[in-house]
């Protein structure tokens, strides 16, 4: 139990930020008319219509892969049940990559080069062990993960399999993914491998996190996180008195960091924050540590101040570890500095055509689109200037990452689910 809370409480500071920060910018009639259009066409209504029939599985569909635990660096089990759910809706090919992204190829018509993604990621925050049954109660559905972003994955299935059956084609390929590796120290990793090793020409990405709809980010907000270890000799507190101390050292490093970090942000510039998360180390009351530890989290919206305030942490180390040993202490204290997260920084503009379908098809469904922006798997894509989006599972929820994670499905959850094909049908174009 101890374990679980611990891993609880670094998830919550780990935890996904949506700043709504950029309103409502406007949108072209062109693409307004585009979506217009594309949603009277016979197919495409087809479509909505069995997603809104396919309700019922999809919820099945929910609970299943809820009760498939996949907690950090460890979603392959919920992969293979999602790869056979992808098989069984219709793909023309699937694999699992090095890393554990599960893709299902859906090929298109054109030829044209260049794929379109979408995705959910497969990944949540609680620790092997988690209890995930899920509970129902009158209309609501709970159990850990069961919104974050276990729904994203059923609405991909949804979309799949109606899409199959109305004989929706598109002109690009598709690529339908369950990425790993999204929450917190997962960093990432699986959107890492699919833009940076995977080989696979994409050209745009839409991923599903979040909650309601109307909220779409096309901005990422990048962050930079540390574990800083000191190591000393250890000792008694009576006997080795004045022995270096690798938690006096540590407590030398927090304040010059802040120091430093506080005129930094305070400055004329945009939001940049630090913060010491997590703080550990020691055997006793009555013992000298041997090891002290830190974990500090820096996020910034301009890339250049998230590299700059990474720069005054790694100076403030070693300006206070250095002055720490030089203070008159026995012996000295060492440290090393380990990087367990970076996420870069990003925006794209309102402008562009994925975006511009984003916000038009947001409108179609009666709802005000506001960008904003978001720590989530589209931070890679749009570090790269890859055009992306990321859009909300609707229906209502609460309790992300926690024990009492719900969700109840509304009339927002068949709609999240043909926003989701709308858009991708509007980015790789539906054959003529």
């Known amino acids: 139990m101890k374990q679980i809370v611990t891993s609880l409480l670094l998830a919550i500071f780990l935890m996904p930020v949506i700043i709504m920060a950029q309103g409502n910018p406007e949108i072209e009639k062109k693409y307004t008319k585009e979506i217009d259009k594309l949603a009277k066409a016979k197919k495409v209504q087809t479509a909505f219509s069995l997603i809104t029939e396919q309700e019922e599985q999809t919820i099945k569909d929910l609970v299943t892969l809820t009760e498939v635990l996949a907690p950090p660096f460890g979603e392959d089990k919920r992969g293979k049940v999602f790869a056979q759910m992808l098989v069984e809706a219709g793909v023309d090919s699937i694999w699992t990559d090095k890393v554990g992204n599960v893709i299902g190829l859906r090929k298109g018509t054109s030829g044209e080069s260049g794929y379109v993604g979408v995705d959910a990621h497969m990944d949540v925050v609680f620790p092997e062990g988690t209890d995930v049954t899920v509970r129902k109660v009158g209309d609501t559905l709970k159990a850990p993960g069961i919104g974050d972003d276990t729904r994203g994955l059923t609405m991909l299935i949804s979309m799949l399999k109606a899409m199959n059956r109305s004989e929706i084609k598109t002109e690009k390929d598709l690529l339908i993914v369950g990425t790993v590796g999204e929450e917190g120290l997962g960093d990432l990793r699986g959107m890492k491998y699919m833009f940076n090793e995977s080989g696979l020409n994409i050209d745009s990405w839409i991923a599903i996190d979040g909650g309601s709809i109307g909220r779409i980010s096309n901005a990422g907000l990048g962050s930079k996180r540390y574990k800083l270890i000191v190591n000393g000799k250890g000792g008694h507190s009576w006997g080795d008195f004045e022995l270096a101390n690798p938690h006096h050292a540590l407590g030398k490093v927090i304040d010059v960091f802040s120091k430093d970090a506080w005129v930094f942000t305070s400055g004329d510039i945009s939001k940049t924050s630090f913060n010491v998360g997590r703080i550990g180390g020691g055997t006793s009351v009555n013992s000298i540590p041997f090891e ?139 054959e003529k």
């Open 292 to 430: 002290s530890w830190m974990e500090v989290d820096m996020r910034a919206i301009e890339p250049k101040n998230l590299n700059e305030i990474e720069a005054i942490f790694k100076k403030s180390v070693e300006k206070a570890i250095a002055e720490y040993n030089a203070s008159g202490i026995k012996g000295e204290v060492t440290f090393e500095l380990e990087q367990i997260g970076d996420r870069p920084s990003g925006e794209l503009p309102a402008s562009l055509p994925l975006i511009q379908r984003a916000m038009a098809a947001t409108q179609y469904f009666g709802v005000e689109p506001s960008l904003g922006r978001g720590s989530t798997n589209i931070n890679i894509p749009v570090s790269k200037g890859i055009p992306s989006v990321c859009i909300g599972r609707g229906g209502k929820g609460g309790g992300a990452h926690s024990l009492h994670e719900w969700y109840m499905n509304d009339e927002t959850g068949a709609e999240s689910i043909q926003l989701a094909l709308i858009i991708t049908l509007a980015q790789a174009g539906l």
